[in-house]
């Protein structure tokens, strides 16, 4: 994969920015103040990403784009876009833009966006075993057509991996990937999240706001977790799917759309059907062509091939050279990995943390420990004490890596928001430890 990224902004201290940041996230990046000058001197087919102010006084940014994909070019674009200016960067999606970045942002934000978009020199999915190779081979194959896909399997086997490979692969790859959480979203939120709203259509809806079906219009709509939407939220899915259009709260009139849908759920489905929690008519719409991801317990090829991936991505962040020992190999073997990837991500995470050295040992004292650690399963008080600090610091750590985002906390700790939320105030983290006080 090409490393270069093109970066357009009139602004030189913003464009000086931008091109640190994408240094440190480990792209070539190349400025330009001017979109007219890009199109007159270089070839945009020849980045990876561009990067592009809205604003601007010769050539806006949208109307950069329009001759960007006019002239066939089909490179993924990021906008940056001010406060004031939601709905043109809805504007740009609908245009073609991968994604878009409101004013001010941190690096971490800026980074995660781009790592959604175009992960490092990264493969659809590590997968040495059989299982893992057709499930990939399938994924492709599915791509080719418009059909809804129902990814299940346990949490961290992988199936947001693959709802991405799915419309990578497929003829809307151009277009927008959008994710929604059903389960991080509260009900009373989600509905307004999915479909958006009109400026005063309740209270606190100060503006218009354009929700995650919208947003995904000729691409690709992933419903993680789509199990927790509650009942009343399923019918207005179902019928958005059936009708392919969606009513924005307060809205007037209906908005055709044409979104591919594919969902995720660590449930049964059926039986969530059988005890009245999901709606049968939802269940077979969603359910069209269903792909099982199997836990790492049972496909344990992709076990070493996995942690010397998330050690290498961890070296290029870290500025470090790590690699895994021959007993830490024959450690991984033996774990049962009950939160699967996720959690051999997690491990490998904090056992580079707490490493002396590149050569990264079984940890003596947390070898198979899951984030968050539960007391009964440690016998010695001693031990104890000394998983919980390592266990206290982790998370301070990850706190101010994502500037007090404990949302995005969770999600890199693999667990909930409310496990991050309790664990603050058991460990007594204080104002200056968490970066959202």
Known sequence: MSRNVLIIDDEVDMAVALEESIKRIGFRPTVFHNPAEVLARTNPAD???????????????????????????FVPVIVVTGFGTVQNAVDAMKLGATDYIMKPFSFEMLQATIERIMPPDEPDMIAESAVMKSILALSREVAKSDITVLLTGESGTGKEIIARTIHRYSPRADKPFVAVNCAAISENLLESELFGHEKGA????????????????????????????????????????????????????PIPLDVRIISTTNRDLLSEVKQGRFREDLYYRLNVFPIVLPPLRERREDIEPLAVFFLARLSRKMGRAFSLSPALCEELRKQAWEGNVRELENYIYR??????????????????????????TVSSPSMLGTIRDMEREMIIR????????????????????????????????????????
Do not use: C
Request: proline share 5%.
């Open 47 to 73: 980045y990876a990403l561009i990067i592009t102010d809205m604003i601007m006084p010769k050539m806006t940014g949208i109307e950069f784009l329009q001759e960007v994909r006019k002239r066939g070019i």
């Open 202 to 253: 309740f209270t606190g809806a100060l503006e218009r706001r354009i929700g995650k079906f919208e947003l995904a219009n000729n691409g690709t709509l992933l419903l993680d977790e789509v199990s927790e939407m509650a009942p009343a939220l399923q019918a207005k899915l179902l019928r958005a799917i059936q009708e392919r259009e969606i009513d924005r709260v307060g809205g007037k009139a």
């Open 351 to 376: 056992t580079a943390v707490i490493s002396p050295t590149d050569l990264l040992q079984p940890p003596t004292q947390t070898a198979g420990a899951a984030v968050p650690v539960q007391e009964d």
């Open 398 to 437: 990850v706190l101010k890596e994502t500037d007090g985002n404990r949302t995005r906390t969770a999600e890199k700790l693999g667990v909930s928001v409310r496990t991050i939320r309790n664990k603050i105030k058991e460990y007594g983290i204080s104002d200056d430890e968490d970066p959202e006080k």
